[in-house]
C-alpha cells in the first residue's frame, strides 16, 4: 500500500522488558514523526526526523526512549526498561516536511506493559 | 510552556451544527491543523490554517485568529459517521513539529 505503516500493531510485554516498534512512512516523504497517545489523551510529541538534519528529540520522556531513522526510509522506535506508565498506542506520521504540509498517520503500535 | 485547550466533549443532535473551540498560546506559530480521529483508528486531516480567516470545505469549516490565539472547526449538517474526537493541532517550527490539543469528542445523537 502506499500509506505509512506500523508493526507489530499490538505488543504485550513484561515490566522490564525492551521493545521495539516500526514505522515505515511514504516514499518520498522527507519527515518523519512519532507520538503518543495514552487512553483518552491527545497525541503527545516524542520526536521527529527532518532530511540529514539532527532530529528533534525534545519530546522524549526520558533516556529510556530512543529512535533512529535510515535515510529517507524506516524508523524504529526503542524503549528499554518498559514500566507500566509506558502502556499506549505509539502513532507514526511522515509528511513532505515544511510546516504546512499534512501529516499521514499510520494505524499505530498499541503497547501493554504488564 | 505550551497550551492548547479544547472542550473534552459536545453533543449535538443529527443534522444540526456544531462549532469546537481551540485556544492556543505556543513558543512559535507555523499554522493549525484540524484533525478527525475515530475510536481506534488513525488521526486524518481535516483543515489547515495559517493565516487569519475562515476556509470552507464541504460541510467543515475552520477559522483562525492569530491575535487571539483561537480557531474554531465548524461542522455543518451533523451526520452520525461524524462522531468522533477532533483533534487541534499547532504546528510550532518549520518542519511541521506540532502540539497537540487533548482533543473533543462530539457524539451526534439521532
Known amino acids: 500500500g502506499a500509506g505509512v505503516s506500523q508493526s507489530p500493531s499490538n505488543k504485550v510485554t513484561e515490566k522490564g522488558k525492551d521493545v521495539e516498534l516500526r514505522c515505515d512512512p511514504i516514499?518520498?516523504?522527507?519527515?518523519l514523526y512519532w507520538y503518543r497517545q495514552r487512553l483518552g489523551q491527545g497525541l503527545e510529541f516524542l520526536i521527529y526526523?527532518?532530511?540529514?538534519?539532527?532530529?528533534?528529540k525534545s519530546g522524549l520522556p526520558s533516556d529510556r526512549f530512543s529512535a533512529e531513522r535510515t535515510g529517507e526510509s524506516v524508523s524504529t522506535l526503542t524503549i528499554q526498561r518498559t514500566q507500566q506508565e509506558d502502556s499506549a498506542v505509539y502513532l507514526c506520521?511522515?509528511?513532505?516536511?515544511?510546516?504546512?504540509?499534512?501529516?499521514?498517520f499510520g494505524p499505530g503500535t498499541r503497547l501493554t506493559v504488564l | 510552556g505550551q497550551n492548547i485547550d479544547q472542550p473534552t466533549e459536545m453533543t449535538a443532535t443529527e443534522g444540526a451544527i456544531v462549532q469546537i473551540n481551540c485556544t492556543y498560546q505556543?513558543?512559535?506559530?507555523?499554522?493549525l491543523f484540524w484533525y478527525q480521529q475515530h475510536a481506534g483508528e488513525a488521526p486524518t486531516f481535516l483543515s489547515y490554517?495559517?493565516?487569519?480567516g475562515l476556509e470552507e470545505k464541504g460541510r467543515f469549516s475552520s477559522f483562525l485568529s492569530r491575535s487571539k490565539g483561537y480557531s474554531y472547526l465548524l461542522l455543518k449538517e451533523l451526520q452520525m459517521k461524524d462522531s468522533a474526537s477532533y483533534l487541534c493541532?499547532?504546528?510550532?517550527?518549520?518542519?511541521?513539529?506540532?502540539?497537540f490539543g487533548a482533543g473533543t469528542q462530539v457524539v451526534v445523537t439521532p
Open positions: 506520521a511522515s509528511s513532505l516536511g515544511l510546516s504546512g504540509d499534512e501529516q499521514f
Open positions: 516514499s518520498g516523504h522527507t519527515a
Open positions: 526526523f527532518q532530511g540529514n538534519s539532527a532530529p528533534d
Open positions: 505556543t513558543s512559535g506559530f507555523n499554522g
Open positions: 490554517n495559517v493565516l487569519d
Open positions: 493541532a499547532v504546528s510550532t517550527d518549520s518542519w511541521g513539529k506540532l502540539q
